[in-house]
Structures are given as C-alpha cells and as structure tokens.
C-alpha cells in the first residue's frame, strides 16, 4: 500500500463546492488532486444519441407502482445510489430520504441549476456577512453563468446576469393569479438558473423542458463540461475517479491530517494520499460519515469531532408541490419557446397561527409531458377519447413548488452505523423527525399554491407535502461557527480540531434558509480557494 506523490491540496468531491475548488486551486498552479468515488458519465448519456433517451418506456421502470405522482417521478433516476452504494442505512429513508449521485459532478449532473444568492439577513447566526461572500457569488455566477434580470429585492440580491428565456402563456396565467390574490405580497419574477441562453453560444440552451433530467445540449453548468476542461490537462492537476474515501488519518502529535485513505472501487485496493491540506466537500451527510469513519484513540467520536458536533443540525428545506391541467391552455396551438421549464421564481410570506411570519420562495414549472403519467387522471374518460384529450390538455401542465426555512434542530442528525456498504465501508444513521413549525410552514404553502393554480384556471389538482429529504438541500451536519464548541469549522471552513483539514458543503451551513443552497456552497468554495491560494503564496 504505497503512498501517491504529495500534493497541495487533496479535494474530496467534484460537486457544486468541488468543482469551483478544483478549478480556482489549479488554475492558481496548486498541485491538486480531486477524488470522486464515481467514473464520468459517457459524454452521450443525457443526448439522443442514447438508447435510455428514445422515451419509447416512457420512463416506466419495473418497480413503478401506479398511480405515480408525476412529483415522485423525478426521483426515479437511474443514478441515483441504491440502499447498496448509497451512504445512509435503508431504515434511515423512512425518516429522511438521501439522495445520492456518486458520478463525476455529484448531484449537479441532475440538478434545477437554480442559482439564487442569500439575502443578509439570512446569514443571521454565521461567522461570516453577506458583504464577505458578495464578491464570491458575483465571481460564480460569472464563472458559471446564471440568468436572470434585475430587480433590487430586499429578501434576494441581484447578481451578474445574462438574459433569462421569454415567459410563455402558463408563466402569465400565473403571474396575473398571484397578482389578483396577492397583489402587494408576493413578488414573482424571472427564474434565476446556472444555464446558458445566449443563443450565439455553442451550449445553449436548446428548451427540452425539464432540467432536472440531466442536460442533453451542456447548456446547464456542471463541473465536467465547463470548468474541468479548462484544468484537466495542466500537470498541476490530477483527477481520480473510482476513489471512494475511507478515512483520514491524523497525526497524534501534530494533530494535523497526514494520509487519506481510500478504496479503487474497480480493483479494490486501498491507496493513501498524501498532502498539505484536505478539503471535504462530499456534502452534508457523506463529509460526517468520512468524519466518524475516521476515528481514532484521540477522537473516539471522529475526527473534527471533539466537541460532538459532527452530524448534528441536519436540515432540508420544507417543501410542497401541486400540479393541474389549466383549462384556459386547452387545445392552444400557440408556438412558443418551452424553454427550461422553471422560468419563474416567486417570493411570498406567510403567518402562522402563532401570529408569526416567515419567508418562502417557490417555482412555477412548465413544461411538455414526455412521460404521460398524467393519464392516470383519465379514469373516467372512455378509452377512445384518451387519445384527444391528451393533445387537447399536452401544453397546460403547470407544477408550483414551494420551499421554506429549515430549522436547525440538534436531534435532526446523522450518526454512526455498524451497517455497511457494498464495499464493506459503514453507513451512517439519520435520526429525523420533522419540527411542528415546519410542518405547519408546509400547511400554508400548500393552502396558497392551490389557490394560485385554482386562479390561474387549474382543474384536478394533485400533489401535496413532501416527505423530508426531498427537497435535496442537506444542510447544517458541521456548521460553521466563531466559537469552537458550537460547530464544527470556523468562518474561513478551517475545522476547528485540525488546522489543515477544510470542509466545504452544505453542511457547513448553520441555518438553511427558503432559498436554494447551491449558489451559495459554490460561493463559499471561490471564498476558500481564495483564502488557501493566499495562504500558499
């Protein structure tokens, strides 16, 4: 079991911290190593070019229980991990579903591309303000090119835009429900995404409707196709997929990290890594289950672990999604572009019975039904009309999803499991029950996302609350904190225990706000890059 050749940086991770990190360390000429447990996917996987996307099985796999919920459906990719590969013990997903993408670009290679910065009130709590991350989210959104439009909102900054894609009819039917409902308290405006709509590009955005079933023309950002090609070839850099990390070692003196170890997941040899500093970015649950593994004589509870904060905080945001048909859309042969499906974004507030109020931000989806598990509606209608009004109702579908705030909640967490994986590597726990408030957070979304599809003209309204996990924003396992005894790293993700070991993911945020996470992890990678390319100079 030889040791690899030292490097500066030991990256765990390719996803949306991953990836930034890699690109900025290298290209600043810091010997760097990337390690994804996953291969890449063949550059054909999410084109026409592949069989799986002739659409001829419409989706239907084996196991596909009817009738499906058309929101279930997008959790039915094929890569996602199974209860073989995935981190979490099988009992852990009837309290919290994880979901788990262990490929080159992690989850990014099915995720919205939503791009939304956090307001500074959101950093309510951190070591850190808004105006330290400012200049790191316009870095990103540059790096990764988001668009969007401006619109000066207190509860959700501008950034550096390109043009969003047109509205279409459902986005106006929309707008002018919210407007008559909520004329003065909700805004909704443009969808602010991490793809490229620039027409004279040679990866834009081609309108195959729904993102989040991967991106067949490269048009939405991921690591692979738009930062790692211009690193991938540099001496300086070396990416190793098929690495599934173990452990990491400490030295009892120093108590610095001095090994990484990890598995050939095609060989099955164990391999180590040397290096001057590490970075875990392999997200909220995956980085504690690194953590516990890596125990030792001094850290019976896991490295970064003295103060037993490791896994503790666990949260996703509460979510809602109701879809309907709208009648006023029945039968139009209006021609428009169906774009990337989530063109709008809207930001709302809501009370509770308590008298308190609370901030939410949701999505209006539409897009042209591939996959017709809508037919399932169809019950009553005799079979050799089902034909006509599938093409009468093909262009009404609209999906509204909401998100609200997390609660931190110290119970709410990942521990240690004696079960194990494939490879013989323990599981982890997640111990997680749902906090009342959030629960009734959810009860008033859903009340308000019904009456803005019943006022846009919906007709059978399906969906409801989503069950935890689902929203796929883990956050908060090793939070970052000022004081040592409250988290786990320090506002530059330094872990407080170990002075050359990082964490950068979404467990490094303390409390998860209504809005997405992922601008914001990406952020917080461009700000540590920064910092460690400092440090080394």
Same mark, same amino acid.
């Given at each position: ?40 996917? +063949? ?43 995935? /981190? ?31 307001? +500074? ?60 409902? &909520? ?23 081609? /309108? ?15 690591? /692979? ?71 030792? &004589? ?24 109701? /879809? ?96 194990? &994986? ?116």
């Amino acid at each position: 079991m030889g040791d690899t050749a030292a490097y500066d940086i030991c990256i765990v991770g390719t996803g949306a911290a991953g990836g930034i990190l890699a690109h900025q360390l290298a290209s600043a000429g810091l010997k760097v190593i990337s390690l994804e447990q996953g291969g890449a996917l +063949p550059a054909t996987y999410f084109s026409e070019d592949n069989p799986a996307w002739t659409k001829k099985d419409f989706g239907i796999r084996p196991y596909t229980r009817f009738p499906l919920d058309p929101h279930r459906a997008i959790f039915e990719h094929e890569l996602f991990a199974t209860d073989g590969t995935r /981190s979490t013990t099988e009992g852990s997903q009837k309290a919290f579903q994880h979901y788990q993408i262990l490929k080159l670009n992690g989850l990014q290679n099915l995720w919205n591309g939503v791009s939304v910065r956090f307001a +500074p009130a959101d950093f309510s709590g951190w070591p850190i303000g808004y105006d330290d991350l400012a200049p790191d989210y316009g870095a990103v959104e540059k790096l990764i090119t988001v668009c969007g439009t401006l619109e000066d909102l207190e509860n959700l900054p501008d950034g550096e835009f390109i043009p969003p894609k047109p509205m279409r009819p459902p986005d106006q039917l929309v707008i002018d429900a919210i407007h008559r409902i &909520d004329p003065h308290g909700t805004e909704i405006i443009a969808n602010r995404k991490a793809v490229e709509t620039r027409a004279e590009r040679p990866n834009h955005c081609v /309108s195959l409707g729904l993102c989040t079933s991967g991106c067949a023309a490269a048009s939405m950002y991921k690591f /692979s196709t738009r930062l790692l090609p211009e690193i991938e070839k540099m001496e300086n850099y070396t990416l190793r997929t098929g690495a599934k990390v173990t452990r990491l070692i400490r030295d009892e003196d120093t108590n610095r990290i001095v090994d990484l170890e990890a598995l050939d997941t095609g060989s099955g040899e164990t391999f180590r890594v040397k290096a001057e500093r590490y970075i875990l970015a392999a997200g909220a649950i995956e980085t504690p289950r690194i953590l516990f593994n890596s125990r030792d &004589d001094g850290y019976s509870g896991g490295l970064a672990n003295s103060a037993g904060n490791v896994g503790r905080n666990l949260q996703d945001n509460p979510k809602v999604a109701v /879809s309907s048909s709208l009648y006023k859309l029945w039968g139009t042969r209006a021609q428009y572009d169906v774009g990337y499906g989530d063109l709008l974004i809207a930001l709302s507030r809501g009370r509770l019975g308590d008298g308190s109020d609370f901030n939410f931000i949701g999505h209006v989806i539409h897009t042209f039904p591939y996959t017709p598990f809508y037919l399932e509606g169809f019950g009553l209608i005799p079979r050799f009309l089902r034909p006509f009004f599938a093409r009468l109702m093909y262009k009404s579908y609209v999906t509204v999803a909401f998100f609200a705030p997390a609660e931190a909640v110290e119970t709410n967490r990942v521990l240690p499991s004696e079960e194990e &994986d494939i490879y013989g590597v323990k599981k982890v726990d997640i111990q997680f029950q749902q906090p009342p408030r959030s629960r009734a957070m959810q009860e008033k979304m859903l009340a308000f996302a019904k009456k803005v599809i019943r006022k846009a003209s919906g007709t059978l309204i399906i969906g409801g609350m989503d069950d935890a996990g689902t929203g796929i924003h883990y956050a908060g396992t090793c939070r970052m904190s000022a004081a040592a005894g409250e988290g786990v790293v320090n506002g530059d993700l330094r872990a407080h225990d170990h002075d050359n070991l990082y964490i950068c993911d979404g467990g490094v945020i303390p409390v998860l706000p209504d809005k997405h996470l992922t601008l914001t992890i990406m952020a917080l990678a461009h700000r540590l890059a920064g910092h460690l390319i400092a440090k080394s100079g």
